[in-house]
């Protein structure tokens, strides 16, 4: 008896816990491509959902621009010498340096939204344990960058049916406990 009642306590505890938060809002980050030092954030163990927004959806910029112009474009999107780019970088003490991007070069900034929304939306960031995370355009020089990248960082709470499950779960261990 005392098992399922702690195994009820737990459960409950879970289920109220979930039902008594908040929509959890998005962080913007928006990173100037002449900033070195980009945005920084302590934050705490567990999944959070990184998107690419742009201006229509909140966020300072579209993309950047690393050479200050854009040249060489053909007729394929993406295929131009130099142009606007959706590079990112994100490191961390407990994370490698990862990074994403698409590798092409477009001759819009919008142009280079679209194929980071489209390629990379949404992607995922995991801590194990809180962490300071740097977020950052990836460059060596930066006074000849134009732009910036925009991204939108919202913490993963796990779906109500999930806390369910798992209640569900720990009231069966806990009837097995009580049967032996």
Same mark, same amino acid.
């Given at each position: 008896?005392?098992?399922?009642?702690?195994?009820?306590?737990?459960?409950?505890?879970?289920?109220?816990?979930?039902?008594?938060?908040? *929509?959890?809002? =998005?962080?913007?980050?928006?990173?100037?491509?002449?900033?070195? =030092?980009?945005?920084?954030?302590?934050?705490?163990?567990?999944?959070?959902?990184?998107?690419?927004?742009?201006?229509?959806?909140?966020?300072?910029?579209? @993309?950047?621009?690393?050479?200050?112009?854009?040249?060489?474009?053909?007729?394929?999107?993406?295929?131009? *010498?130099?142009?606007?780019?959706?590079? $990112?970088?994100?490191?961390?003490?407990?994370?490698?340096?990862?990074?994403?991007?698409?590798?092409?070069?477009?001759?819009?900034?919008? =142009?280079?939204?679209?194929?980071?929304?489209?390629?990379?939306?949404?992607?995922?960031?995991?801590?194990?344990?809180?962490?300071? $995370?740097?977020?950052?355009?990836?460059?060596?020089?930066?006074?000849?960058?134009?732009?910036?990248? @925009?991204?939108?960082?919202?913490?993963?709470?796990?779906?109500?049916?999930?806390?369910?499950?798992?209640?569900?779960?720990?009231? =069966?261990?806990?009837?097995?406990?009580?049967?032996?």
């Amino acid at each position: 008896m005392q098992a399922m009642t702690r195994a009820a306590a737990l459960a409950a505890g879970m289920i109220g816990a979930m039902s008594g938060a908040s *929509a959890t809002s =998005a962080t913007a980050i928006n990173l100037d491509a002449q900033d070195p =030092a980009g945005v920084t954030l302590a934050l705490e163990a567990g999944s959070y959902e990184l998107r690419y927004i742009g201006r229509a959806e909140g966020g300072l910029y579209d @993309s950047w621009n690393s050479w200050g112009f854009v040249s060489g474009c053909g007729t394929t999107p993406g295929d131009c *010498a130099a142009g606007w780019v959706n590079f $990112v970088g994100i490191e961390g003490a407990s994370l490698p340096f990862t990074y994403r991007w698409d590798f092409m070069r477009y001759a819009t900034p919008e =142009a280079a939204l679209d194929a980071a929304q489209g390629y990379f939306n949404p992607f995922t960031l995991t801590l194990a344990s809180p962490a300071t $995370v740097r977020f950052f355009v990836p460059d060596f020089y930066y006074s000849d960058n134009t732009g910036g990248i @925009s991204l939108s960082l919202v913490p993963q709470i796990p779906e109500p049916g999930t806390v369910l499950l798992m209640a569900a779960g720990l009231g =069966a261990l806990a009837l097995r406990g009580r049967r032996r």
